[in-house]
């Protein structure tokens, strides 16, 4: 079976530093990941997605996230944090269904 | 067109009552599907529509009922309902059909959230 695992739940930075939410994947199979956002009171924003073309995977608002199948790894990162970046963050692995990640909640500190 | 559009946006209702929820995507994704989300907590699939037909049922109890009235529309229909039901309802789609293996990212709506006396 397929799982992902988020590791910290509560991720607080500073505008303008360097923002690291990490995600592993458990596969059997060539894994598609995916990472997605949520803001408060909203659905769920794709950011990005891994289907096994370039292993750095550049989405929206600035985010990136690098598949390492050696650490079975897809973190996401962003340069610098914005006070926008403030959300539920969601780590997914699809097959014939998308499962997701406990997620991470990530607060930007002005 | 990329919305996923869900209706009501609030939703509150009594123990006995019968509600629907309803969600409406014209982007010609053959595959729909329900999530539940409780508070801090990551969704949970409920049920997946694939070429209007019911292809997954995580086996949610009874008083939740999905319908697929076509490839556009997905219902969810309330009924008996207890206050541990409360969440917010997403709705999603994609491009393929499930079974077997899917690349593609689903859609998300903005979500119903109800609230159950």
């Known amino acids: 079976a397929q799982s992902v695992t988020q590791l910290g739940s509560h991720v607080s930075v500073s505008e303008g530093a360097l923002v690291l939410l990490r995600c592993n994947y458990s596969?059997?199979?060539?894994?598609?990941l995916f990472w997605y956002v949520q803001y408060p009171n909203q659905g769920l924003q794709l950011l990005l997605k891994?289907?096994?073309?370039?292993?750095l995977v550049k989405g929206i608002n600035g985010f990136e996230a690098e598949f390492k199948k050696s650490e079975t790894s897809f973190h996401l990162t962003k340069p610098s944090a914005h006070m926008s970046d403030a959300a539920e963050y969601f780590c997914?692995?699809?097959?014939?269904?998308?499962?997701f990640g406990t997620g991470t909640r990530l607060t930007i500190i002005p | 067109d990329t919305e996923v559009t869900q209706t009501p946006k609030h939703l509150v209702m009594g123990m006995t009552n019968k509600k629907s929820l309803k969600c409406e995507q014209h982007?010609?994704?053959?595959?729909m599907y329900w999530y539940k989300q409780k508070a801090k907590k990551p969704p949970e699939l409920m049920f997946v529509?694939?070429?209007?037909?019911?292809?997954i049922n995580e086996s949610v109890p009874s008083r939740f009922s999905p319908e697929c009235p076509n490839s556009s529309l997905l219902n969810l229909h309330l009924h008996a309902l207890q206050p541990e039901d409360s969440a917010l309802y997403l709705c999603?789609?994609?491009?393929?059909?499930?079974?077997?293996?899917?690349?593609?990212?689903?859609?998300f709506g903005e979500g119903s959230r109800l609230t159950v006396l």
């Open positions: 999603a789609s994609s491009q393929e059909g499930s079974g077997g293996l899917n690349t593609g990212e689903l859609f």
């Open positions: 596969s059997s199979v060539p894994p598609y």
């Open positions: 997914a692995v699809r097959t014939e269904k998308l499962t």
């Open positions: 982007m010609g994704h053959r595959a």
């Open positions: 529509y694939s070429y209007e037909k019911l292809s």
């Open positions: 891994y289907t096994s073309a370039a292993t």
